[in-house]
Every structure is written in structure tokens, then in C-alpha cells.
């Protein structure tokens, strides 16, 4: 049996449009983890709630992160006992940069440990909220797969992104 998939947005939550919301649509077994606040994200609160998901699939999980919730996965990976079994993580941003939004509590430093999983980390060239290198950089001390997709944007809706084949296929080799 293929893990259950977790979808962990970012700030914010993934409209309609975005392919999270689309993959959910489609795949009725894929799970949000929903925050209680998702535009004044307190970390040790999205950490504690994503915990809570996991343990509630009642087994294995991959996990499908988009921006913030790129990083609520490696802090909250710090609980070996967590059933993870991978996670696709998509543009993570670098909190740690002087000019990100103020509303953002706790997030940095950024987790700089070995995931304990697989994963795969995905980036744009031209991300508004980090640097191709510094996600790059992420990849390497998370012990991820880098996934360079050219000049993308944030990777969401905003950036044309629909249903995001690639990002599925991506997915599917974490699931196996």
C-alpha cells in the first residue's frame, strides 16, 4: 500500500487554483494539514498541528509542502517518531533574509539537519522569496534531491502554475 500524502501549505493557505488544491481535487485520498492561522503562522503551532496530521493518518505519509510549509517539515522532523516517508518540498523561502515579512514568528533559524526521509527539493531561478543557491544550499544539508525548474516564479498560481504534472511525477517516486 502506497503512503497516504499530506499537503502542508504555505503562508497564506493554497487557493483554489494552486496545484495543491488541484492534486486534492483530483486524488479525494490526499489530505491538507489545515493551521488555525494561516497569515500569522507561529511556528511551534504549525510544527505541533503537522505533527498532530501525521500521526492521525494512522501510518506512513509523504509530505507535499509549498513555501512555509517547506520549513514547518524540518522543524518538524526533528520527532524521529513521526511515520514520515518522504516529502516533496517546493520553494522553501529563506526566513533568515532581513527583509521577510515581520508576521512570520519563529521560523528561523532554518532547521540545518539531515531529514530523516527521502525528499526532493524543488526551486525557481526567479523566486521572489529565496535565492536559487540558498535552496540549493537547503537541499544539500537536508540531504534532498535538487529539482531546478527555470524561472517560475513561487511555483503557484500566481506564477501559471495548474495541476503541475512534474510536481506529480516527483511525488509519485516518493510514494514508489
Known sequence: MRPRVL????????????????????HPDFQRVVQRDWLYPIRREWVET???GIRAAGGPVVLVAHSLGCLAVAHCARDATLPIHGALLVVPPDVERPDFPPTIE???PIPRAR???????VASRDDPF????????????????????GAHGHINADAGFGPWPLGERLLDELRG
Not at 18 to 25: G, I, P, R, V
Open 130 to 149: 529565496s535565492e536559487l543557491a540558498r535552496a540549493q544550499a537547503l537541499a544539500t544539508v537536508w540531504g534532498s534531491r535538487f529539482v531546478d525548474v
Open 115 to 121: 531529514l530523516p526521509f527521502p525528499s526532493i527539493v
Open 106 to 108: 519563529g521560523f528561523a
Open 7 to 26: 499537503v502542508i501549505p504555505g503562508w497564506g493557505d493554497s487557493g483554489p487554483e494552486h496545484w495543491q488544491s488541484l492534486w486534492e481535487k483530483a
Open 50 to 52: 503537522l505533527a498532530a
